[in-house]
């Protein structure tokens, strides 16, 4: 299980890393060919096709839950759930694309002309960019369904293709016809293969399985998925608004300065929370697979937290230790003297943050995605009071360690409603999670006193040495 746990977080990760990397190489060329203006609404663009995620209301996770529950008991519904579940997330995704039309329609025609684009060339990208939201829903639903089977060596082939192309066909697109049209048909057409593919791949699993249910059975299947989903909106609302909100409240309150101090430290750091998602969507379908099995569910949650530990400890540690030689080299040291403090807050927050998401998919996997609604409507309220009030008192610095107190209350509550659905979380792996993030805090300590760098490399070091052990030992008694 470990084994399979560890291969699975691995494909995730690198389906992720890739077309980062791609990015990369990719975005100063669009700069060169569209200019800053029109790369700076193409840069939006690819930020709403994330957000047009939300408009599946769910329901990709939610057929990933009812797919990796019939996997290990009832194979044969297995079809029918796709089939009303992709039905679901391709009308959601033709209401998105009317949503994004409309949305459009009612902006000030002159907001439109001052931003420098011409306005029938913008006409025609919003056109192309809301035909883009059907394939960003469909193509989220079939690989939901592709990771419920467990396939995620495939989900991760199928979405290179396509996160790749989404950086690289705007591009290729741009250098024939310069044009903010042109950029966003390049995004569509990227979408667009990558639902094909995926349409393909999922078609090849679902010939596979037994057809025993009848098409009847979709209305039944739709109303479960329905109220799974709608539980998990919340969550998929409220998430990203807590972690954005941040930004807003520090640019009202306090300074522009500040928020570049912010968010330099919360978007390097944060790129590291791509493990614990991979780790988490990874151990998601094997949950859900268990069907209470407490004794396999115990073992699943285990793995997944020793193997984000041994990951995440090392790293954090890295973060809070290393936090003014890595902004001093990426952006320069009069930036790394002010963003210090900021930053090694911020790799306790985001180290708490990880190990929730375990505890987070387990309470999910197990039928309750309402438990985690209810963890993110409790701590709203009271992380905009935290925020408002350290960030008058501490500054920058305040604003951090309210992100990271969130991230804390974030995990106790969800450990609290793991127990309360029958799934608690061993009270030795509590511990551990304890032992650790203590340790992280020392770390962040410790950077404020100017360490040798050669210390610093030791205590790393030394730590991935202690994460691994656990992990060590469960291959040492296999062996014997």
């Given at each position: 299980?470990?084994?399979?746990?560890?291969?699975?977080?691995?494909?995730?990760?690198?389906?992720?890393?890739?077309?980062?990397?791609?990015?990369?190489?990719?975005?100063?060329?669009?700069?060169?060919?569209?200019?800053?203006?029109?790369?700076?609404?193409?840069?939006?663009?690819?930020?709403?096709?994330?957000?047009?995620?939300?408009?599946?209301?769910?329901?990709?996770?939610?057929?990933?839950?009812?797919?990796?529950?019939?996997?290990?008991?009832?194979?044969?519904?297995?079809?029918?759930?796709?089939?009303?579940?992709?039905?679901?997330?391709?009308?959601?995704?033709?209401?998105?694309?009317?949503?994004?039309?409309?949305?459009?329609?009612?902006?000030?025609?002159?907001?439109?002309?001052?931003?420098?684009?011409?306005?029938?060339?913008?006409?025609?990208?919003?056109?192309?960019?809301?035909?883009?939201?059907?394939?960003?829903?469909?193509?989220?639903?079939?690989?939901?369904?592709?990771?419920?089977?467990?396939?995620?060596?495939?989900?991760?082939?199928?979405?290179?293709?396509?996160?790749?192309?989404?950086?690289?066909?705007?591009?290729?697109?741009?250098?024939?016809?310069?044009?903010?049209?042109?950029?966003?048909?390049?995004?569509?057409?990227?979408?667009?293969?990558?639902?094909?593919?995926?349409?393909?791949?999922?078609?090849?699993?679902?010939?596979?399985?037994?057809?025993a249910h009848p098409k009847e059975q979709d209305k039944a299947d739709i109303r479960s998925l329905l109220r799974y989903g709608g539980w998990l909106s919340v969550s998929n609302i409220l998430s990203p608004v807590m972690t954005t909100l941040d930004r807003f409240v520090i640019a009202a309150k306090a300074t522009l300065a500040a928020v570049s101090v912010y968010s330099i430290c919360l978007d390097l750091i944060g790129k590291s929370l791509m493990v614990p998602a991979a780790i988490s969507n990874a151990a998601f379908p094997k949950l859900a697979g268990a069907r209470g099995d407490l004794v396999q569910i115990r073992e699943i949650t285990t793995h997944a937290i020793e193997l984000l530990i041994l990951v995440f400890l090392p790293l954090s540690a890295f973060f809070a230790l290393f936090s003014t030689d890595i902004i001093s080299l990426w952006i320069g040291a009069d930036m790394a003297a002010r963003a210090h403090g900021v930053m090694s807050v911020l790799a306790v927050g985001i180290f708490i943050n990880a190990l929730a998401h375990i505890p987070f998919a387990l309470v999910q996997a197990v039928g309750r995605p309402d438990l985690t609604a209810s963890a993110h409507l409790i701590e709203a309220i009271p992380y905009v009071a935290m925020l408002f009030l350290l960030l008058a008192h501490f500054g920058v610095e305040g604003a951090a360690a309210a992100w990271a107190i969130r991230a804390a209350l974030d995990l106790v509550l969800l450990l609290y409603f793991a127990s309360r659905a029958g799934v608690p979380v061993s009270s030795a792996l509590v511990a551990k999670m304890g032992a650790t993030t203590a340790v992280v805090i020392a770390c962040a300590g410790l950077s404020q006193l100017a360490l040798p760098i050669s210390w610093r490399i030791t205590i790393v070091l030394g730590l991935c040495l202690v994460a691994a052990a656990p992990l060590m030992h469960h291959r040492v008694l296999r062996f014997r």
């Open positions: 299980m470990l084994k399979r746990l560890a291969g699975d977080s691995i494909w995730n990760i690198v389906g992720q890393a890739i077309p980062a990397l791609v990015a990369l190489a990719v975005i100063p060329q669009l700069v060169r060919v569209l200019g800053e203006t029109r790369f700076g609404a193409l840069s939006l663009a690819w930020a709403l096709v994330g957000f047009f995620g939300l408009f599946d209301f769910g329901l990709s996770r939610s057929l990933t839950h009812s797919v990796a529950s019939a996997n290990s008991g009832d194979p044969a519904s297995i079809p029918s759930r796709i089939r009303g579940g992709l039905k679901l997330v391709a009308l959601l995704g033709m209401i998105g694309a009317l949503v994004t039309l409309i949305a459009y329609a009612c902006l000030p025609k002159a907001l439109v002309a001052s931003k420098g684009i011409a306005p029938a060339e913008v006409n025609l990208a919003i056109w192309a960019l809301a035909a883009t939201v059907p394939t960003v829903t469909l193509t989220q639903g079939m690989r939901g369904a592709i990771e419920g089977l467990g396939l995620f060596r495939k989900s991760n082939l199928l979405r290179l293709p396509q996160g790749t192309l989404t950086f690289l066909l705007p591009w290729l697109v741009s250098l024939f016809t310069p044009t903010l049209f042109g950029a966003m048909a390049g995004l569509f057409a990227a979408r667009l293969v990558g639902a094909v593919l995926f349409a393909i791949g999922l078609d090849q699993e679902v010939r596979k399985l037994p057809h």
